[in-house]
């Protein structure tokens, strides 16, 4: 397969330096259109045939080819050689030796972010603006008492845009320690600010930044073991947590 089409499709968005974090935007409908996306592993086709429409198993297929070129040119071997596996909590992996580049995906519409770093467990969330309805059942599980607040000062206006931002913030830290939602959003206190936070989730300590994207909402998040002393591996500072 020719890695020019893939890499057309692929732009590297950022790179978190201090954080050991890159961040690259895929163009998946693009992808789709000009490079073969067939599924590279059984349990990638088992799952691209439970998507109703054709345009969501081709946008689904198109993530995953970016994310095995990625890592392929990440470890330097071909994509083809790129196994990926899931650990205990049902995160995606490398099969072979998980510590080896940890990654993250997510995709919102025909857009996808990829997050790869050598350090340490990555997340990511994206949310296109439009395609989540912050309905107050949502908004409810999803704040903590603080953020309520917060969440009544703000104007009716401006509160679709500021709540996708505060739950990709959520998102991307609970991926980044692998447990996803089985830990309620509304257990965590991430605050409406734009800006890099440290938050607290059991054991370890995730630093969590917000990723400028036009029209969506999306969040990169890292974490860190726990030091005996309470303090964290590295020179992160946790301020908020459970």
């Not at 467990?121 to 949310?127: F, I, K, Q, R």
Request: charged share 25%.
């Amino acid at each position: 397969m020719p890695l020019d089409a893939i890499a057309a499709c692929v732009q590297a968005v950022e790179t978190m330096a201090g954080e050991h974090v890159s961040i690259h935007r895929i163009d998946l409908d693009l992808l789709a259109q000009r490079a073969d996306c067939t599924a590279r592993e059984e349990r990638d086709a088992s799952r691209a045939s439970r998507f109703r429409f054709e345009r969501d198993r081709r946008r689904y297929l198109a993530a995953r080819l970016a994310l095995r070129h990625l890592l392929g040119a990440a470890l330097g071997v071909d994509l083809a050689a790129v196994r990926l596996a899931e650990d205990g909590n049902g995160k995606p992996c490398l099969a072979d030796d998980p510590d080896r580049c940890h990654f993250n995906l997510s995709h919102s519409g025909g857009l996808a972010l990829v997050a790869l770093s050598r350090a340490a467990p990555v997340g990511v969330d994206l949310e296109l603006a439009g395609m989540m309805n912050a309905d107050e059942d949502l908004v409810a599980a999803c704040l903590c008492p603080a953020e309520k607040r917060q969440w009544d000062a703000i104007a009716p206006a401006a509160r679709p845009r500021a709540f996708l931002d505060l739950w990709t913030r959520k998102e991307a830290a609970l991926k980044a320690v692998g447990l996803g939602l089985s830990v309620p959003p509304a257990d965590l206190d991430a605050g409406f600010e734009a800006r890099p936070i440290d938050l607290r989730i059991g054991e370890q300590s995730v630093r969590v930044w917000p990723v400028d994207m036009e029209g969506a909402s999306a969040s990169v998040a890292i974490a860190f073991a726990r030091c005996a002393d309470g303090g964290v591996e590295g020179d992160q500072k946790p301020t908020r947590g459970l």
